[in-house]
């Protein structure tokens, strides 16, 4: 069952790519549990969690927040598949530096990405789902985080 | 060109390949572009394991920066296999995977070095320049 107390690591992962990568912090908001039908933005990075703990994490944004990310990362191709590109890494740093309290077992997939399309996930007895609000920037987006 | 013919950089230094190896293509053209080293050229860029692989044999570089969640060949494997080919190749791990365990790992296998995403460019020259010494 995933606690309250371990979404801090996510927490912390999210503030920090935000002040890392994108040089401007976040505000992130208190996580909350998720209720029905996931909620997601036009982009998707998802990645599937097995070992210890089994499940998903995943971050969804507008377009508009990822065309300003990747202007703040120097980079001037906002094509389709540069938002993919982009909302699969996003996903794929905050659940790989996950680890660092997770541990090895935690294992993480390559991301997958959806596009205006909600990512698909059984819950196992014990799986909680929680949403992380995030603002950056006037834009909001979210991290799902949802484990046994 | 240097006193025994190998290439140099402007300033004199031989020159030393690099190849660039990450699933994202924003990553790779992140580091490209943000390496600060007038002596590495890179020679290419790869988005896993097998591709890596495959340009190695034909770039034969010197320095590669490797991240480890890819598909088809992860960095961990793929790591093991190009120092295999080439046991003096510099090889810095950039990678979310922020376990010491995976660290480690890397290391056994043959890797310099160890940068956990994200970085600055700052780190990211400097992990660089510390599997260059």
Known sequence: MLYEQELKTFVEGTTNFFEVAAQQPASIGSPYLMEGPPAVHEYTGVINISGKREGVVYFTAPKAMLTVLLMKMQENDFSHETMRDLVGEVANTISGNARRDFGRDFVISVPSVLTNEKPEFTHKPGQRSFIIPINWRSHSAKLVVSLT | ?133
């Open chain 2, 1 to 133: 060109m240097s006193s025994n013919g190998s290439p140099t950089s402007g300033n004199g230094k031989r020159s030393l390949k690099l190849m660039i190896v990450d699933d994202s293509n924003i990553m790779r053209r992140r580091i490209e572009r943000s390496q600060q080293f007038e002596e590495l050229e890179v020679v290419g860029t790869a988005g896993d394991g097998e591709e890596a692989l495959e340009l190695f044999k034909r770039t034969d570089p010197d320095v590669v920066t490797m991240d480890l969640t890819m598909p088809r060949m992860d960095g961990i494997e793929c790591i093991g296999r190009l120092v295999a080919l080439k046991p003096a190749v510099r090889i810095l791990v950039v990678s979310a995977l922020a376990d010491k365990a995976t660290a480690v790992e890397a290391m056994e296998r043959g890797a310099n070095g160890f940068l956990n995403k994200p970085f600055t460019d700052r780190q990211l020259n400097e992990a660089i320049a510390e599997v260059m010494r």
